[in-house]
């Protein structure tokens, strides 16, 4: 334990222990934001809170779909381990959370927003409020019969509510999760929205109309949920409990275009990681060294002098807020698993170089389906058919995947240079090969005992037969998987 950890265990047993807000956005890339350099998009509130605490520069998720994401960052565990790996797999009522440690610590702990994490997991807070996701799930025909219109499809309209009807003589947890920036999109959301000519493409998209359109939509729903961060920034201070609140802004996942979201992509596994706890951080300060999703878990029962088990495999990061030069990884990794498509995939990365090992290459790398029915991919579809895609604009397109790739994010930083080939990167190669064996086997990541089928056809996007909601758990589909012969 660092010297800093001991200097909460210290507050915490003098009955000043802080509270926490862990908000969530729903499929927003890192660098969607003024605050990582995207002058298009103006982030404000979320600028703010960076300008007094700190800004983490290479910040990790241990995978880049929705539902896995949540899974390991409230048991603090790798996917693999939730038994929650899979898209729409809920949580095991088994799997051990750090919001039920907190209770037991004395928190008062709420779930306001997008929880997507199953029956099992409600009891893990005092307070439960699901947003409206009726939107958001595409009828068998592939279309979306929405129910929510307006600010409640933000997902955040019950933040500042929940804050108010805490009880005051209990430190808090808050977990808000929005729905923004999720699809599908609505036109005219703010007054003044984003215009096609704000948006900053990356080279792996072409450069249309429509495609801009859509990232414009896209930029507009990251603004509103801007809004509802600093609404919940005023209301702290309202209260009087601002500075002894520490707040973590971060994403659970990329943004949802091709390229991104589900993959192992920077685009897809890189989150913002934002810390403010005013006269615990240096205001304005940048923290450049590799922290991962999974160590918010140990952090938080750390911070509220919280009892665990060895189920968490996070490492504790309360140390780097103190000193921007402490180190607590070398290497970070990820996972990709079923996602609307079947596929397998893993990832380790240091500050230069990341090594991905496709383990199913004989797949197309798909986008998720809410991406693939999107107006960026519908063009990049029709492009590619008539021969007008770049090298870069061809990933989605390209069977059979290369089983490894390796990428130097200093001088390739959209990954469109695969080095796994190259005689002068073997060495690079073996290490970052080996780096991700050793976690594979530390983790007991194994070959999965079935493959799931796909649910969506991967050129129309329309629902296969096997599709059906809610979906099978990991339990369910290995027995209905055994009856039908085929797995022993």
Not at 16 to 39: E, F
Not at 216 to 231: C, H, K, N, P
Not at 328 to 336: L, N
Request: glycine fraction near 6%.
């Amino acid at each position: 334990m660092t010297a800093l950890c001991c200097c909460f265990a210290q507050a915490d047993l003098a009955g000043s222990k802080p509270n926490i807000v862990m908000i969530i956005a729903d499929d927003m890339a890192w660098d969607d934001c003024s605050l990582y350099g995207n002058m298009g998009l103006p982030t404000p509130n979320i600028d703010h809170l960076a300008s007094e605490g700190m800004r983490f520069d290479r910040a990790f998720l241990t995978i880049s779909s929705c539902s896995p994401s949540r899974a390991s960052i409230i048991t603090g565990r790798y996917p693999h381990q939730t038994d929650a790996e899979q898209l729409h797999w809920l949580i095991p009522k088994e799997q051990v959370t750090f919001t039920e440690r907190l209770m037991k610590a004395g928190y008062w702990t709420a779930s306001v927003g997008k929880f997507h994490m199953g029956d099992a997991m409600k009891d893990r807070f005092n307070v439960v409020k699901e947003a409206d996701m009726s939107g958001f799930i595409a009828s068998a025909k592939g279309e979306f019969k929405e129910s929510a219109k307006g600010d409640v499809k933000s997902g955040a309209t019950q933040w500042v509510e929940t804050l108010r009807e805490r009880p005051k003589e209990k430190p808090f947890f808050l977990w808000l999760a929005a729905l923004d920036p999720h699809r599908p999109y609505d036109k005219k959301i703010l007054k003044n929205p984003t215009t096609p000519e704000q948006v900053t493409l990356p080279p792996y998209v072409p450069d249309t109309p429509e495609v801009r359109a859509d990232y414009a939509l896209y930029y507009d729903e990251i603004r509103r949920l801007d809004r509802f961060v600093g609404e919940v920034m005023d209301e702290l201070k309202r209260q009087k409990v601002s500075d002894n609140t520490l707040v973590l802004f971060i994403s659970d996942n990329g943004r949802p275009m091709p390229r991104d979201k589900t993959t192992l992509y920077d685009s897809g596994i890189r989150t913002p990681w934002i810390v403010r706890w005013p006269g615990k951080i240096k205001a304005g300060s940048v923290n450049g060294n590799l922290v991962s999703s999974v160590d918010i878990a140990r952090a938080f029962m750390d911070l509220a002098g919280a009892q665990y088990g060895n189920t968490f495999v996070g490492r504790n990061f309360l140390g780097m807020l103190q000193d921007s030069r402490t180190v607590i990884r070398d290497y970070v990794f990820g996972e990709k698993n079923w996602h609307d498509f079947s596929d397998r995939c893993r990832y380790v990365r240091d500050k230069r170089y990341k090594y991905i090992r496709n383990f199913y290459p004989h797949y197309a790398n798909t986008p998720s389906a809410d991406a693939l029915r999107s107006p960026v991919f519908r063009t990049m579809q029709r492009l590619h058919k008539e021969h007008k895609l770049n090298s870069a604009q061809q990933n989605c397109f390209i069977r059979p995947r290369p089983t490894e790739e390796l990428y130097d994010l200093q001088n390739d930083p959209h990954e469109l240079k695969n080095l796994a080939g190259k005689s002068e990167y073997v060495h690079v190669l073996k290490r970052m090969r080996g780096e991700l064996k050793g976690w594979q086997k530390r983790t007991d990541d194994n070959e999965p005992e079935f493959e799931a089928p796909d649910e969506f056809d991967r050129e129309t996007c329309l629902p296969l037969p096997v599709r059906h909601r809610p979906r099978a758990s990991k339990a369910q589909m290995l027995k209905q998987f055994r009856e039908i012969g085929r797995i022993q």
